[in-house]
């Protein structure tokens, strides 16, 4: 098949289509019999940059708008974290402004891991309304020794503002929940859920697969109704021998019977990935990669899941979650978000109808002029 973009719409699929008339200059990509997918999409990133658990020197850079689209991703939600103090939401609005500027989908969630959390305006529910690329808040932190441990009432309290907020702004309005490797898990959330009138799906708990029991609980959860997020970056290694890939928890999640409509993954790239000794000290970090997402789509294919499923976690998935309409589908009609791989990589992408890879070679969007200075 053709795929016909003008502008930042899908015109037509189908075969041997006809160069409009209009259009005197076309920019033709050949794909020679690859597989064309839709734009992935990560619902949590640090586009500002992250970590700091060690102090300065561990603070992670703002992410490029090539690291993205390298890694199949054309639309990303950013994320604070840890630090609301040396970092900003304003800081975090600036750069998705950027990466917008540069032909990505970038958003925000308001906030940072402590409760009260860190807005823009007087409250989260404020910045969802009057901030236009605000789509959530958090991501607030649980069940973590770096969190501020909200109670059930504060956390529902939040629920409510990023519920109103998204209802009057038009907004999806989750609340997106780090969930820690402290004994707690989910319960803060299953506390909020059996306490208060906040609709369990206004609550997104991510980085779900640090352990066996974690998924356990994750399944338990999707099971009542709610969304469940899986961290790509999270894979047992010598740090981390609990820790169950993103594919494999997707795997027992079916098994368990949940529908894998309730089941997205996300990177958190740029994100520190702290270690702590048994004592609780910080024994190193690393720092979390944008291409960890296309990576567990594609473990799931070699698995044997047919595409249309591997592909929902990270496109149809989070498009629900966050109210994004045609966005994670390649239709007529639909957004001009194209990725055309080669084998297990990225060949060409297409964000918004503007070619930001070709033949594997991300293309320059930097605004600065080389030489000068």
Not at 154 to 179: F, M, S
């Amino acid at each position: 098949m053709d795929i016909l973009m003008v502008e930042d719409r899908v015109a037509a699929i189908g075969p041997e289509l006809a160069t409009p008339a209009f259009s005197a200059h076309p920019t033709e990509l050949e794909a020679d019999g690859r597989l064309a997918i839709p734009g992935l999409i990560d619902q949590h990133v640090h586009i500002a940059g992250g970590g700091g658990e060690g102090g300065p020197v561990y603070r992670t850079p703002e992410i490029r708008a090539s690291d993205l689209a390298r890694a199949g991703i054309t639309t990303v939600v950013g994320v604070l974290g840890t630090d609301g103090v040396t970092r900003s939401v304003q800081g975090l609005l600036a750069t998705a402004r950027r990466l917008w500027s540069e032909h990505l989908r970038a958003y925000v969630y308001t906030g940072a891991y402590e409760v009260p959390t860190r807005t823009v305006t007087d409250t989260p529910r404020s910045d969802l309304i009057l901030i236009d690329l605000v789509v959530g808040v958090g991501e607030v932190a649980v069940s973590d020794q770096r969190g501020s441990h909200p109670s059930a009432r504060q956390l529902a309290e939040l629920g409510g503002e990023a519920r109103v907020g998204g209802l009057l702004g038009g907004k999806a309005g989750v609340l997106h929940v780090h969930v820690g490797d402290g004994p707690g898990g989910l319960d803060p959330l299953e506390r909020v859920v059996a306490s208060a009138d906040v609709p369990i799906d206004t609550l997104v708990p991510t980085h779900l697969n640090r352990s066996q029991r974690l998924v356990d609980q994750a399944i338990h959860w999707a099971r009542a109704g709610g969304w469940v997020d899986f961290t790509s970056g999270i894979r047992p290694d010598r740090h981390d021998r609990w820790a169950v890939s993103a594919h494999e928890a997707w795997l027992r999640a079916r098994a368990a019977g949940v529908p894998m409509t309730r089941v997205s993954f996300s990177s958190d790239a740029q994100g520190s990935a702290p270690v702590f000794d048994a004592a609780g000290h910080l024994a190193g970090v690393g720092i979390g990669r944008a291409e960890t997402l296309l990576e567990e789509v594609l473990a799931l294919v070699h698995l044997g899941v047919p595409w249309p499923d591997a592909l929902g976690p990270a496109t149809t998935v989070p498009a629900a979650i966050l109210h994004l309409g045609g966005v994670g589908r390649v239709q007529p009609g639909g957004p001009a978000d194209v990725v055309v791989l080669d084998s297990e990589h990225v060949w060409h992408l297409v964000s918004r109808g503007h070619v930001l890879v070709r033949e594997g070679t991300p293309r320059p969007v930097s605004p600065f002029l080389s030489g000068v200075g």
